[in-house]
């Protein structure tokens, strides 16, 4: 097995005195972006605007070369508005969804290799228009991507839920890149596969399958050092016909389209 696979399951346990170097400095990203929508595996969560608040600090591995992150983000509602969305309403100036990770990156075979453990913690759990409680939930994951594939870079992630669904989720996508010395612009797009758990959990129908088709393009525009500005348009579209159906029955569009815009400080 990968010794990335092996560290997924190891990551809590150990102490971190353990792998990481005394001397090592904390690499620390704060970002705050404003989206027109929530949009999660293809499903509406929030129609209305809303903040993501994201904090990310990482450090170098001296034992195994690699890099170990932990985060924190959350997603803040900024309306009251609640119809055609999966989540609740009547939450402005509150938020709706916190999640927290650990992760370990590390080159493996010349594929960028991550794994690690993320909880979603939905606020407002009682009061779900259209399911029963939804509260959190934890999934181990993890993503491989071919950077030296070319000018389409080939990326592959997969989630198990082992909290409260017990099934998997997994996503195939490319990315492009272009770059200079002031701005990055990212090209990607991806089709979510989902199983029955996950659906259910996700969209209140239980259906395996491809669930979702997302496409997006990002450009990130360097400011200084330790300034950059986000500006992104992305698109979602639910593929499957059942959970289409479902999810038009309660008033929720299947077919989606958001504008972000953000700031990003890193040290």
Known sequence: MPRPLLIAALLAPLPACSIIADDARPTVDFEAIAET???????????QPVMRTNLHASLPVEKWGGTLTVGSDTTWDLSNQG????????????????????????????????????SYALQNPDDFPFAAERGETKEFFVEVQNPNAGKLIPWFRFHYDFDEVHDAYAAFGLK??????????????NLG????????????????????FDF???????????????????SSTIVDGAIQDWLHSIGIDTSNFWLSVGVVLSY
């Open 216 to 234: 997006g393009a990002e450009m990130t525009y360097f400011v200084d050092d330790h300034t950059s500005v986000l500006f992104g348009a992305h």
């Open 176 to 189: 492009k890149f272009f770059t200079t010395e002031k701005y990055t612009v990212e090209l990607g797009s």
């Open 83 to 118: 119809t055609g969305q999966w989540f609740p309403g009547g939450h402005a100036g509150e938020p709706s969804q916190v999640e927290t990770f650990v992760a370990y990156s590390e080159q493996y075979h010349g594929l960028d290799v991550t794994t690690g453990l993320i």
């Open 193 to 212: 596969w989902s199983s029955e758990g996950q659906s259910d959990w996700n969209y209140g129908f239980a259906k395996e399958g491809f669930a979702h």
């Open 37 to 47: 929508q929530n949009n999660f595996r293809g499903i509406v969560n929030t129609k």
